[in-house]
């Protein structure tokens, strides 16, 4: 399905969805431009970023400029440690604690998707945390035999993990696990020892959407629910929401 589609079936989730195709649209620029001018300069690639967040988000070139300056004097190297933006100390003129916060991880998103490489196959059974860039997830596929496929939400790795364990306290005890289903029959995983939990989806959904990240923000009434009841998730959505109130 389209975003656009989803969103006329789903008219409340217009700004979460619409924001997401932001994202996704930088993502695939950035993603683009990379392979083809074939950089293998760091700067280059923070130069490519911030050309294509400029343009998609529409902010005046100038006006994203001084990030490059920032980064740079910061001494931190996104390309090699997207995290690293999170805590860069943004001096804008205008721009409150919270919209420097979303900004910056907007802009780490690309430089997680180019740290993926193609066919990359890494489980996610050792840690519980993407074997690529070390984030949490909250997300994961059952497929058709059974198995359950962890998703990163920031580099968009994908590798297996047990079919019924916490990724956080690797608690495998069934009886310890709860399951919630919201209309569409997305799962909630709850995971009474550590109140960590994930939401899970079919490979019927994934037919239905065709992406992960899509089912992450058609599901948010879900996470609204299960932070209602005093669960925590580990990492954030597709747009950066870790909270959702
Ligand atoms: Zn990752
Ligand atoms: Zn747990």
């Given at each position: 399905m389209k975003i656009e589609e989803v969103i006329n079936e789903k008219p409340y989730l217009r700004s979460p969805l619409e924001f997401y195709g ?160 919201d209309d569409e029959?997305i ?14 989806f079919?490979?019927?959904h994934?037919?239905k959407y065709?992406d992960?990240f899509l089912i992450d923000l058609v599901s948010l009434p879900l996470d609204i ?12 959505n597709?747009i950066?929401?870790?909270?959702i109130?």
């Amino acid at each position: 399905m389209k975003i656009e589609e989803v969103i006329n079936e789903k008219p409340y989730l217009r700004s979460p969805l619409e924001f997401y195709g932001k994202i996704k649209n930088l993502t695939e620029q950035c993603k683009k431009d990379k392979e083809m001018l074939n950089l293998d300069s760091d700067t280059a690639l923070i130069d490519i970023v911030l050309k294509n967040f400029s343009l998609v988000f529409q902010i005046p070139y100038e006006s994203v400029l001084f990030l490059k300056d920032e980064i740079l004097k910061s001494g931190k190297n996104p390309v090699k440690e997207p995290h690293s933006l999170w805590t860069l100390q943004v001096q804008g003129e205008e721009i409150s604690k919270e919209e420097a916060e979303r900004m910056l991880f907007i802009l780490s998103k690309p430089f997680f998707v180019f740290l993926r490489k193609e066919g990359e196959q890494a489980s996610f059974m050792d840690t519980g945390k993407c074997p690529v860039c070390g984030t949490d997830s909250s997300l994961a596929m059952i497929t058709e035999n059974n198995e359950k496929i962890m998703i990163c939400p920031l580099c968009g790795h994908r590798g297996s993990f047990f079919r019924i364990g916490c990724p956080y306290c690797f608690n495998k005890d069934s009886t310890r696990i709860e399951i919630l289903l919201d209309d569409e029959e997305i799962r909630a995983e709850l995971c009474l020892e550590c109140n960590t939990y994930i939401k899970s989806f079919k490979e019927d959904h994934y037919m239905k959407y065709r992406d992960p990240f899509l089912i992450d923000l058609v599901s948010l009434p879900l996470d609204i629910v299960v932070q209602k009841r005093g669960y925590i998730r580990r990492s954030p959505n597709i747009i950066g929401l870790r909270t959702i109130a």
